[in-house]
């Protein structure tokens, strides 16, 4: 399948939301908004569970019962999970489209339906590979690890990079880094520090490939990546992830408040760099800035009850009115 977004997406039962929840996307740009603590982020981690990921610690658990609604003064617990993703080929209505279900009973195994036919979760897991989907699973850059790319040493970061995209050889490694992800990281740091240059180079130490980072910012200073500020080191991070995140032929990245802390000015070139990045992938974010929900197609509002289960106060096709009746921003 070509051009294929994330249509729509079903959640029942998984972590604060109690009750079915739906929420629709377009191909571009969805912005998930709501005060501290309202369920946001584990909207996203419904999605990777749905797209098979087993690994409790990336979607914020320590055990598997905690995925299940623990119940409230007006719910109970919730003894089963579904959450099922719509994809669909282009915008258009008759676009052939894919329906991936996930769905977890408190007794039972789990259970995956592909367009309402039942799969082995290896079959499950082939079917997504084929669709690139399973490299969503990667193209996730969560709350507070905006910075993890910068903050690795040398040889570690060219790990992780060869280790992503799956690259059998260093030099096949250098070669990408070279030809590929550094062009396209030079073109997004170009947004985001318009004066500043940037280098990526593949050192050698002791016979290990090594992946140095060099911004040249305004009035020539040279620094390297663990030299910079904070908010230097989270652009700079941001932009590489997101320039390997182009490798992967994953449809859709997750975006889970990204924006590092920007002073005002800095609003506008974020602004520019993540229409870039949208006009190639569908983009799910998480935010709180203005600047960003300006940019969505689409806008969806998550709220709290009195009990503290979640619900999808709105969501709507971006319409500036809409915007301040709801109080977004
Ligand atoms: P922030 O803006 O601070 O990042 P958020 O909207 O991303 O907030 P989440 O991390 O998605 O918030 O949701 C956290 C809420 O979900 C917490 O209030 C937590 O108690 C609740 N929660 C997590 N797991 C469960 C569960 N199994 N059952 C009920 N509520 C849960
Ligand atoms: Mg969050």
């Known amino acids: ?5 994330l249509e729509d997406v079903n959640i029942e039962g998984f972590k604060s939301f109690s009750e079915k929840t739906n929420m629709g996307f377009q191909s571009g740009i969805g912005v998930i908004i709501g005060n501290n603590g309202v369920g946001k982020s584990n909207i996203l981690d419904a999605i990777v569970w749905a797209l098979g990921e087993n690994d409790l610690g990336r979607i914020r658990c320590y055990e598997k019962q905690e995925l299940f609604f623990a119940g409230s003064k007006d719910y109970p617990p919730a003894s089963k999970i579904r959450v099922e993703l719509n994809l669909k080929e282009g915008e ?7 329906q991936l279900t996930r ?8 259970q995956y339906w592909i367009d309402k036919t039942s799969y082995t979760r290896q079959a499950y897991c082939q079917k997504l590979d084929a669709y690139n989907l399973r490299h969503c699973l990667e193209t996730i850059i969560r709350q507070e690890q905006i910075n993890d790319l910068i903050q690795l040493n040398p040889w570690q970061r060219f ?3 060869r280790q992503i995209l799956d690259l059998e050889s260093e030099e096949e ?10 062009p396209l990281f030079q073109r997004y740091m170009s947004y985001l520090i318009p004066l500043g240059e940037v280098r990526l180079d593949a050192i050698s130490k002791n016979e290990r490939k090594g992946l140095e980072i060099e911004v040249n910012l305004p009035g020539n200073r040279l620094r390297r990546a663990h030299q910079l500020s904070g908010g ?3 652009i700079t991070s941001l932009a590489l992830k997101l320039a390997v995140f182009h490798q992967l032929e994953s449809p859709f990245f997750l975006l889970d408040e990204v924006e590092p802390s920007l002073d005002y000015t800095n609003h506008k070139s974020m602004q520019a760099f993540l229409k870039d990045v949208a006009d190639s992938k569908q983009l799910i974010m998480i935010t709180h800035l203005r600047s960003t929900i300006a940019l969505a ?16 106060k709105f969501y709507f096709v971006m319409d500036e009115r809409l915007l301040r009746l709801y109080k977004c921003c």
């Open 1 to 5: 399948m070509n051009n294929i977004y």
């Open 92 to 98: 258009k209505k008759d676009a052939p489209g894919i």
């Open 103 to 110: 769905e977890r009973t408190k007794n039972g195994e789990d």
């Open 159 to 161: 790990d992780y990079i």
């Open 173 to 182: 490694a250098v070669e990408c880094l070279k030809e590929i992800i550094g």
């Open 232 to 234: 230097e080191k989270s």
């Open 297 to 312: 197609n689409t806008v969806h509002g998550v709220r709290t009850r009195w009990d503290g289960s979640s619900f999808m």
